[in-house]
């Protein structure tokens, strides 16, 4: 059984709002959801998990508690969510893989509010005992890549029209990637 690191920080973010990352708690249903719907539409085209479907809030916060997965939120003190983050391990032969999801509310980016959710996300993959962990994002995202690049990771590959956003339409997916052992 991998040890569960359950740090909660405070961190006031250039934007001067202070805020706490911890992990996602099973009363966090309403707020989640809030947060998934408030998301760009621009986003909600690329991200791999729809956070405005119901059903996809629904699976998250049932797994808040999961063996294999992780799971943190941006909180303010008024109890909404502006970020979340997560990682999971895979299955079978890559079950030593944690593979991580980031997203931060649109009225909060540029506040180093990503970085800060990537190095706590990166602390709870070490928790789980993965040796390896992957973020992909489409070669469109360019956002996401200086965050991990800076975290140590490294572009491992691009694996060509992999991805389909919400129109249909295909893309590159970049696979970022950090060996821990
Ligand atoms: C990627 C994302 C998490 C960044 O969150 P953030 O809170 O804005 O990140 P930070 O403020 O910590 O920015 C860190 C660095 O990333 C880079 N960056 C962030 N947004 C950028 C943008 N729109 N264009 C270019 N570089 C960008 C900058 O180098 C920035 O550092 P700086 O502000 O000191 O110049 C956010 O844009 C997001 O949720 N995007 C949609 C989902 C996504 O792409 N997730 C990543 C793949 S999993």
New binding site residues.
């Given amino acids: 059984m991998t040890m569960r690191v359950e740090a909660t920080s405070p961190v006031v973010l250039r934007n001067g709002v202070a805020v706490t990352i911890r992990p996602l708690a099973e009363d966090d249903r309403i707020e989640l959801a809030r947060f998934g719907k408030s998301l760009p539409e621009d ?1 909600a085209l ?2 791999e998990d729809d956070l405005s479907d119901p059903n996809i809030i629904n699976r998250l916060i049932n797994a808040y508690a999961a063996e294999n997965w992780r799971q943190m939120v941006a909180v303010r003190d008024n109890g909404e969510v502006v ?1 979340y983050s997560a990682v999971r391990k895979l299955v079978g032969w890559s079950s030593h893989v944690g593979d ?5 509310g649109k009225e ?10 990537a190095k706590a996300i990166f602390e709870s993959a070490r928790g789980l005992g993965v040796a390896k962990v992957i ?3 489409l070669a469109v ?4 890549r ?2 991990f690049e800076r975290l140590g990771f490294s572009r491992e590959g691009i694996f060509s029209k992999h991805a389909h956003d919400r129109h249909g339409n295909r893309h590159d997916l970049v696979v970022m990637a950090y060996h821990v052992m």
């Fill in positions: 986003d690329y991200l970020a991580i999801q980031l997203m931060v909060f980016r540029r506040s180093g509010l990503g970085t800060e959710m973020v992909e994002m995202q360019v956002s996401g200086a965050i």
